[in-house]
């Protein structure tokens, strides 16, 4: 039995990821939470044959907390998009910070030992948030918050495969990406790539420079599409559910796996050596972690870095350390 809630369900990413994760088998209990349309969203995705159980909140009475009550993962993709002319960061102060102080809260009343999959941007500014939340309520755990980069993922995994040609490998090509999720702090690790890019590419300055840019601005690629009409939605409610399937497989389907995301590396996480890699200790950091039954099961090494990919990490490391500066000291307004 496994309860899974969407924070922001009704939105362009919570319609089709809430859809995705009614279709997985494993899911039995699905709460569905918005400060609108939550209820239709509901009725709509009841009527599918799958075993989860469908059912939506709004806010009065509580809805937050009867949504979140037990789940045993909660998916979060409430807030703003950007539009044109914006950056990532722009949405932290004007709303989105205070709605993840505010569902941080409600997590730590009625779900505290849930999986918690921060979508929220700016993810590198919004986990930070939802980390000093838990630890003021005293159920933090480091093993079970994990910022969803894994679009920047499948970004790589699709335009590699633009560049190079389809991989003989049915799977494509898997990319590690490590940092954050916004612009230079996205670190593809095109030279771990599973299979191996062709060395003439990377030696390349021009094609690898055009390709690391896509990988690290993709997102602007489909705001500037979309035209004032939102971001990314359907690619990140793909990457969402198929992270949000990983973590639930570990968890409760024995099928142990490493990904990245980015996650606490500070104390007690276990991401001292990787601090070391990286050269600072920043707190957080997107980086290899190996799924298991309570969540992240170990931080591993983020393996070897190339020149290039050196020089992006002094890129990556320098822009990130006042984002999680600014969302550890958020002060979220008095309810
Ligand atoms: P959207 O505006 O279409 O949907 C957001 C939803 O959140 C809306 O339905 C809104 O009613 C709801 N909401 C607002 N305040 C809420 C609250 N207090 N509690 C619960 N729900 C609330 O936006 P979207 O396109 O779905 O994007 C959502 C967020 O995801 C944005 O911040 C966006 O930047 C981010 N995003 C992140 C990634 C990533 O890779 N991590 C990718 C794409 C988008
Ligand atoms: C993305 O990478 O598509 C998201 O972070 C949305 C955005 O603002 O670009």
Do not use: W
């Amino acid at each position: 039995m496994v309860k899974a809630c969407v924070c922001g369900a009704a939105g362009g990413i919570g319609q089709p990821l809430s859809l995705l994760l009614k279709l997985n088998p494993l899911v039995t209990e699905l709460a569905l939470y918005d400060v609108v349309n939550a209820l239709g969203v509901a009725a709509d995705l009841s009527h599918i044959a799958s075993p989860a159980q469908v059912t939506g909140y709004l806010p009065p009475d509580n809805g937050a907390e009867r949504a979140l009550e037990g789940s045993d993962i909660v998916i979060i993709p409430a807030g703003v998009p950007r539009k044109p002319g914006m950056t990532r960061d722009d949405l932290f102060v004007c709303i989105n910070a205070g709605i993840c102080a505010t569902l941080a809260q409600a997590i730590a009343t009625a779900c505290p030992k849930a999986f918690i999959l921060v979508i929220s941007n700016p993810v590198n500014s919004t986990v930070p948030v939802f980390a000093e939340v838990l630890k003021k309520a005293g159920v933090f755990d480091p093993k079970k918050l994990f910022g969803v980069t894994h679009l920047d993922i499948v970004r790589a995994s699709t335009f590699v495969s633009a560049v190079v040609g389809k991989p003989a490998e049915a799977s494509g090509y898997t990319v590690p990406v490590i940092g954050g999720h916004a612009g230079v702090t996205i670190l593809p690790l095109l030279s771990q790539s599973k299979p191996a890019i062709p060395s003439d590419i990377l030696a390349d300055k021009e094609k690898r420079d055009a390709l690391v840019y896509r990988i690290q601005f993709g997102g602007d690629e489909v705001v500037k599409a979309k035209d004032g009409a939102g971001s990314a939605t359907l690619s990140m409610a793909q990457a969402g559910a198929e992270f949000a399937k990983f973590v639930l497989e570990a968890a409760f389907g024995g099928k142990s796996k490493v990904v990245q995301a980015y996650v606490y590396l500070g104390a007690d996480s276990g991401g001292a050596a990787v601090q070391k890699e990286i050269g600072t200790e920043l707190e957080y950091f997107s980086v290899p972690i190996e799924l298991g039954s309570s969540g992240i099961e170990k931080i591993l090494s983020l393996g070897k870095l190339d020149e290039y990919e050196q020089g992006l990490l002094g890129a990556a490391v320098k822009e990130l350390g006042p984002s999680i500066e600014k969302g550890a000291t958020f002060q979220p307004s008095p309810p």
